[in-house]
């Protein structure tokens, strides 16, 4: 069955046809399940009835406005135990129409800086065309957070040419 998955045609006939927007022709689920979860885990998932993807949330934007959308996109595998998304990639097409990863470029912050406080995986939204991760403090950090339990952290990215940069973080008290 896993020969099968990932010998999927990930892109659709429509794609072929010459879609204005290919990527929105791409199967994302079934080009996600080439990577994740681990194939012993995907083999036992399928073998036993359970969908290998949990869910799965795609965002369409054109960060780089070239007129064509990129894709961001969050998945959780039947190997995630606490329900967050252990898939989580922006994509974008090739003039030789195949995916490609934009990578998220965390250089020049203090990784223990970037990550206090998480308790959960993060996620990607966009606002105002800008690619944000975020996730709430957890009160596990109280001392470093300084009280900020329930806060949410976000972090903001700018596109510099196949890669999402650090541009600023913010951290916002409850609504």
Known sequence: ????????????????AGNADPIKDVDLKSYILQFTPPKELMNY??????DPINWINV????????????????ASSCAMGNGGADFIKIFSMSSTQKLVELKIN??????SDLHYGQGW????????????RWYIIHPKDL???KSKSGWKKKIFYILKDS????????ETRPK
């Open 121 to 132: 995986t993060p996620r990607l939204t966009v606002e105002d065309d800008q690619l944000i």
């Open 1 to 16: 069955m896993l020969g099968f998955l990932t010998s999927l045609s990930v892109i659709s006939s429509s794609h072929a």
């Open 163 to 170: 890669e999402f940069f650090i541009h600023r973080i913010e």
């Open 143 to 145: 001392a470093r957070t």
């Open 45 to 50: 998932c399928i073998d036993n009835g359970i």
């Open 59 to 74: 965002q369409y934007i054109d960060f780089n406005k070239d007129g064509y959308s990129e894709a961001i996109v969050e």
């Open 106 to 111: 965390d250089e020049g912050v203090n990784p």
